[in-house]
């Protein structure tokens, strides 16, 4: 990797070889080599300041104030042993996406373990969709589930998000069952 990316040169073989290995965000960076490539590849979050990561957040969730966002943010990023997110980068060094995952010990509808590994959030600009990005998201947030010892990961959607439904499916969940919520104002 080179500065986050993924760095591959092709061999003889068609098999892609990584060539460079070290981290931090990744730049606009294509090796001069010929035959290099650099690829687009998901981020963990280690500041509020994670590139992309608060104005994701702000596109999937615009009605949370960008205060009550930055405390969120803070508050995941102090409980690594409970929350993860991660930030798509494409080559360009542009955050087309990202996930952000709990470990939740309480019960989680259609689960039958816990911890459940739960995907809290996801979201993909509309431009970046449909070309892998919502996929390498959910394998980060796979991998980091299965080294909590997670056998399950679940999620949720709105009934009529059938766009979400769709992406749950092609990444490998089974509808579980539908609630429908109640609450009563207690004075």
Not at 9 to 25: G, H, R, S, Y
Request: proline fraction near 6%; charged fraction near 20%; charge should be negative.
């Amino acid at each position: 990797m080179q500065n986050g990316v993924a760095i591959h040169c092709m061999q003889p073989t068609p098999q892609p070889v990584i060539k460079f290995a070290c981290a931090n965000l990744p730049p606009a960076w294509v090796a001069a080599d010929a035959g290099c490539w650099a690829a687009a590849m998901a981020m963990a979050c280690k500041s509020i300041d994670q590139a992309g990561w608060l104005a994701l957040r702000e596109q999937l969730w615009p009605d949370c104030p960008r205060e009550r966002h930055l405390s969120q943010m803070s508050a995941l990023l102090a409980a690594p042993d409970r929350f993860a997110q991660f930030v798509d980068y494409d080559t360009s060094n542009n955050p087309p996406g990202f996930v952000e995952v709990a470990l939740r010990n309480d019960y989680v509808n259609g689960t039958t373990t816990s911890p459940v590994a739960f995907l809290e959030g996801i979201y993909v600009s509309r431009d970046s969709r449909m070309q892998g990005v919502a996929r390498r998201l959910f394998a980060e947030a796979e991998r980091w589930a299965v080294g909590f010892g997670c056998t399950e990961l679940a999620s949720d959607a709105l009934v009529e998000n059938k766009q979400s439904h769709a992406m749950h499916q092609a990444l490998g969940f089974e509808e579980t069952e539908r609630v429908v919520f109640f609450r009563k104002a207690l004075r």
